[in-house]
Nanobody, 119 residues
Framework: QVQLVESGGGLVQAGGSLRLSCAAS?????MAWFRQAPGKEREFVAT????????YYSDSVKGRFTISRDNAKNTVFLQMNSLKPEDAAVYYC???????????????WGQGTPVTVSS
Protein backbone atom coordinates (compact mmCIF):
# COMPACT_ATOMS: atom_id res chain seq x y z
CA GLN A 1 0.00 0.00 0.00
CA VAL A 2 1.28 3.45 -0.86
CA GLN A 3 2.48 5.62 2.02
CA LEU A 4 1.87 9.36 2.03
CA VAL A 5 3.90 11.72 4.19
CA GLU A 6 2.90 15.37 4.56
CA SER A 7 5.18 18.19 5.66
CA GLY A 8 5.30 21.96 5.70
CA GLY A 9 2.61 22.80 8.19
CA GLY A 10 3.14 25.30 10.97
CA LEU A 11 2.16 28.62 12.45
CA VAL A 12 1.70 31.63 10.20
CA GLN A 13 0.13 35.04 10.57
CA ALA A 14 -3.00 35.92 8.68
CA GLY A 15 -2.08 37.07 5.20
CA GLY A 16 1.00 34.89 5.16
CA SER A 17 1.92 31.84 3.09
CA LEU A 18 2.82 28.21 3.58
CA ARG A 19 3.76 25.44 1.20
CA LEU A 20 2.70 21.92 2.04
CA SER A 21 4.31 18.85 0.53
CA CYS A 22 3.13 15.27 0.30
CA ALA A 23 5.58 12.58 -0.69
CA ALA A 24 4.23 9.26 -1.92
CA SER A 25 6.22 6.05 -1.61
CA UNK A 26 5.27 5.22 -5.19
CA UNK A 27 2.63 5.85 -7.84
CA UNK A 28 1.53 8.93 -9.72
CA UNK A 29 -2.22 8.62 -9.28
CA UNK A 30 -4.49 11.60 -8.84
CA MET A 31 -3.94 13.26 -5.49
CA ALA A 32 -5.79 15.72 -3.33
CA TRP A 33 -5.65 17.83 -0.23
CA PHE A 34 -8.37 17.82 2.39
CA ARG A 35 -8.50 19.61 5.73
CA GLN A 36 -10.22 19.15 9.03
CA ALA A 37 -10.65 21.84 11.65
CA PRO A 38 -11.46 20.98 15.28
CA GLY A 39 -15.08 19.99 15.66
CA LYS A 40 -15.71 20.05 11.93
CA GLU A 41 -15.93 17.45 9.20
CA ARG A 42 -13.07 16.82 6.83
CA GLU A 43 -13.51 18.93 3.72
CA PHE A 44 -12.12 19.00 0.22
CA VAL A 45 -9.48 21.61 -0.60
CA ALA A 46 -7.91 20.78 -3.97
CA THR A 47 -7.18 17.91 -6.31
CA UNK A 48 -4.88 17.30 -9.25
CA UNK A 49 -4.96 14.75 -12.03
CA UNK A 50 -2.23 12.26 -12.78
CA UNK A 51 -0.63 14.47 -15.41
CA UNK A 52 -1.26 17.70 -13.52
CA UNK A 53 -3.32 19.09 -16.38
CA UNK A 54 -6.58 19.11 -14.41
CA UNK A 55 -6.96 20.86 -11.08
CA TYR A 56 -10.02 21.58 -8.99
CA TYR A 57 -10.39 23.75 -5.90
CA SER A 58 -13.00 24.39 -3.28
CA ASP A 59 -14.62 27.80 -3.53
CA SER A 60 -13.15 28.78 -0.18
CA VAL A 61 -9.54 28.51 -1.40
CA LYS A 62 -9.86 29.27 -5.11
CA GLY A 63 -7.52 32.07 -6.10
CA ARG A 64 -5.42 31.72 -2.95
CA PHE A 65 -4.21 28.11 -3.01
CA THR A 66 -2.39 26.32 -5.82
CA ILE A 67 -1.95 22.56 -6.12
CA SER A 68 0.91 21.16 -8.18
CA ARG A 69 2.91 17.98 -8.50
CA ASP A 70 6.34 16.66 -9.41
CA ASN A 71 5.83 13.14 -10.74
CA ALA A 72 9.56 12.47 -10.90
CA LYS A 73 9.55 12.77 -7.11
CA ASN A 74 6.06 11.36 -6.48
CA THR A 75 5.27 14.57 -4.63
CA VAL A 76 2.29 16.91 -4.59
CA PHE A 77 2.37 20.44 -3.24
CA LEU A 78 -0.15 22.91 -1.90
CA GLN A 79 0.94 26.54 -2.04
CA MET A 80 -1.25 28.50 0.33
CA ASN A 81 -1.24 32.30 0.07
CA SER A 82 -3.26 35.00 1.79
CA LEU A 83 -4.02 32.65 4.64
CA LYS A 84 -7.00 33.38 6.87
CA PRO A 85 -7.75 32.22 10.40
CA GLU A 86 -10.50 30.01 8.98
CA ASP A 87 -7.86 28.10 6.98
CA ALA A 88 -6.46 26.69 10.22
CA ALA A 89 -6.86 22.91 10.25
CA VAL A 90 -5.01 19.66 9.90
CA TYR A 91 -4.28 19.19 6.22
CA TYR A 92 -4.30 15.70 4.76
CA CYS A 93 -3.12 14.51 1.39
CA UNK A 94 -4.84 11.62 -0.28
CA UNK A 95 -4.40 9.45 -3.34
CA UNK A 96 -7.17 8.01 -5.47
CA UNK A 97 -7.96 6.85 -8.96
CA UNK A 98 -9.64 10.02 -10.21
CA UNK A 99 -9.39 13.73 -9.33
CA UNK A 100 -12.70 13.94 -7.51
CA UNK A 101 -13.79 16.21 -4.68
CA UNK A 102 -15.29 13.66 -2.32
CA UNK A 103 -13.58 11.78 0.50
CA UNK A 104 -14.89 8.44 -0.74
CA UNK A 105 -12.85 8.82 -3.90
CA UNK A 106 -9.59 8.37 -2.05
CA UNK A 107 -8.31 5.22 -0.38
CA UNK A 108 -4.84 6.25 0.71
CA TRP A 109 -4.32 8.99 3.27
CA GLY A 110 -1.43 10.64 5.02
CA GLN A 111 -1.24 11.37 8.73
CA GLY A 112 -1.85 15.08 8.30
CA THR A 113 0.10 18.23 8.99
CA PRO A 114 -1.32 21.02 11.17
CA VAL A 115 -1.68 24.58 9.97
CA THR A 116 -2.33 27.35 12.47
CA VAL A 117 -3.16 30.87 11.34
CA SER A 118 -2.98 33.66 13.88
CA SER A 119 -5.07 36.78 13.47
Amino acid sequence: QVQLVESGGGLVQAGGSLRLSCAASFSVNPMAWFRQAPGKEREFVATISRSGASKYYSDSVKGRFTISRDNAKNTVFLQMNSLKPEDAAVYYCAMGIAPVTVISGYDNWGQGTPVTVSS
